[in-house]
């Protein structure tokens, strides 16, 4: 099994910023993609921003230029995303997901838990 462990949300003033870290643990071979989702209230889930595991990155066109995806492989298996000029309507629950490849050589996405982010106006 693996788990997905977020940190790093909370209550953030509009123009602010905020960094999520999301570290995955237990039956890894190799991390492939990461992926950071939300979900505002009444909403459908969306890709926010996405991570190979090369380092090719991708953005919705909602954050382009105001998040950062990245990776740490190296040593904690960790996928961070930094939000720069947060807005009210970046107020959702980020979820962050990997592709992991196990030690039997099967491919399983995996969720995180969530983690809410505010942005007051």
């Known amino acids: 099994q693996v788990q997905l462990v977020e940190s790093g949300g909370g209550l953030v003033q509009a123009g602010g910023s905020l960094r999520l870290s999301c570290a995955a643990s237990?039956?890894?071979?190799?991390?492939?993609?990461m992926r950071w989702y939300r979900q505002a209230p009444g909403k459908q889930r969306e890709l926010v921003a996405g991570?190979?595991?090369?380092?090719?990155?991708?953005y919705a066109d909602s954050v382009k230029g105001r998040f950062t995806i990245s990776r740490d492989n190296a040593k904690k298996n960790t996928v961070y995303v930094q939000m720069n000029s947060l807005k009210p309507e970046d107020t959702a629950v980020y979820y962050c997901?990997?592709?992991?490849?196990?030690?039997?050589?099967?491919?399983?996405?995996?969720w995180g838990q969530g983690t809410q982010v505010t942005v007051s106006s």
């Open positions: 997901a990997a592709d992991v490849l196990d030690y039997g050589l099967s491919t399983t996405s995996y």
């Open positions: 991570i190979s595991s090369g380092g090719s990155t991708n």
């Open positions: 237990g039956s890894i071979f190799r991390l492939n993609a």
